[in-house]
């Protein structure tokens, strides 16, 4: 009897698209774009900022425009909210705590990043002078 | 009890005969309780006996029955009929080159647990002729590491592994963490060159899929995750001229 494994191919293009594992993933990945979007924004405003109030005021109104207030409300609930919830999910598995013998519930770590990012949010809508 | 009749769509290979693998069906009247594995006991034993699979405890233990159940990776033996749809495809495990039908070629992943060195490494001298104690902490920092049962689901599902062979992988990376924070180790520090190489953990990009079909809840993912954190702290630790932290 002679061996001749047969080895299944993987398309390096569609892979992700297997199963909703992988989809959901993809999805995480996709942010990068938007990631870059950001900075690329910062950079905009910042020069804007050094050019002068006029050139500030229109890179305010630029963004108030139904399109930009739009595209930041799906980046808003697309970009930030499933990234935190990814990384806060992420956090006891990369930083598990033992309180004596037993490891502190997952839950609870997860808990804890959300009520601390509750209260930095708080924090800064106060200091911003929001509420 | 009441039985129900299973379409089986199973991935047949003949490494002498095929050119490709190809799928057969066959009709298997199931009882309520069966484990897809039964299902597939009874295709070798009275429908097919030329369909080559591996099996061996029936009781999640072994790690060797190991499958595609509808796509994911399962333990045939803790997967129920009952849970299935009426039609059900078997296929080996994904990212493994097939060696016959059912059974896939290992060999890689093997290779893979020996690299890491899982074991125990002492630079000073274990206690001789006693008990080398361990507080109950201590154990319980690493237990869920050891009950890996290598059934190699974890590596099916991991599409890096898929895309690049040379990844040392979930189950071998989650052996070498296991040893890594184990209070009576003290090489770390020589795992770490292993570890934190090109085919380290750092090709693992946290798609998370092998810590949600591990059939005995180790969280392969979480090592993983863990062992980036402890690599670059090493990192800088030799950046900055400190020694390795071992224990």
Same mark, same amino acid.
């Given at each position: ?40 924004? %910062? ?21 108030? %425009? ?40 997952? %839950? ?12 930095? %949010? ?10 | ?41 009874? /295709? ?24 595609? #159940? ?17 039609? /059900?495809? #078997? ?16 060999? $890689? ?11 125990? #490494? ?26 890996? #049962? ?34 009576? $180790? ?62």
């Amino acid at each position: 009897m002679s061996r001749n494994p047969y080895v299944r191919p993987i398309s390096k293009t569609t892979w992700y698209l297997r199963n909703g594992r992988f989809r959901i993933y993809a999805l995480r990945e996709v942010t990068c774009l938007l990631v870059g979007f950001y900075s690329f924004l %910062s950079i905009f405003a910042l020069r804007a900022l050094w050019q002068g109030a006029d050139s500030w005021n229109a890179f305010l109104a630029s963004q108030q %425009s139904t399109p930009m207030v739009l595209f930041h409300a799906f980046a808003l609930v697309y970009f930030f909210i499933y990234q935190t919830v990814g990384w806060f999910q992420l956090a006891p598995k990369a930083m598990p705590l033992m309180m004596g013998e037993k490891k502190v519930a997952a %839950s609870t770590i997860v808990l804890g990043h959300y009520l601390v990012w509750a209260l930095v %949010s708080l924090f800064l809508l106060w200091f911003v002078g929001v509420i | 009890m009441s039985t129900r009749q299973l379409e089986l769509e199973i991935l047949r290979y003949d490494p002498e005969k095929d050119e490709e693998p190809y799928f057969q069906n066959y009709s298997v009247p199931c009882q309520d309780d069966w484990a897809i594995l039964d299902a597939v006991n009874y /295709v070798k034993e009275n429908l097919d006996t030329t369909l080559a699979y591996r099996w061996s405890c029936h009781m999640m233990v072994c790690g060797s029955c190991g499958m595609m #159940i509808n796509g994911d990776p399962k333990l045939t033996c803790k997967t129920f009929v009952r849970d299935l749809p009426d039609k /059900v495809r #078997i296929e080996p495990l994904e990212n493994f080159p097939i060696e016959r039908d059912l059974v896939v070629v290992l060999d $890689d992943v093997i290779e893979k647990l020996h690299r890491v060195k899982p074991y125990i #490494i002492r630079k000073d001298p274990a206690p001789e002729n006693e008990e080398f104690n361990q507080p109950r902490s201590a154990l319980m920092k690493f237990k869920q590491y050891t009950m890996c #049962i290598n059934c190699m689901c974890c590596y099916s599902a991991c599409p890096q592994y898929g895309l690049n062979p040379e990844f040392i992988g979930p189950a071998a990376l989650a052996l070498a963490h296991r040893y890594n924070i184990d209070s009576r $180790d003290q090489g770390k520090s020589e795992r770490l060159d292993i570890l934190a190489d090109h085919d380290g953990v750092w090709d693992c990009s946290f798609v998370g899929a092998c810590s949600e079909v591990c059939p005995k809840s180790v969280d392969p993912a979480a090592a993983l995750q863990q062992m980036k954190v402890d690599g670059a702290m090493e990192w800088w630790k030799r950046k900055m001229g400190f020694p390795g932290g071992d224990s």
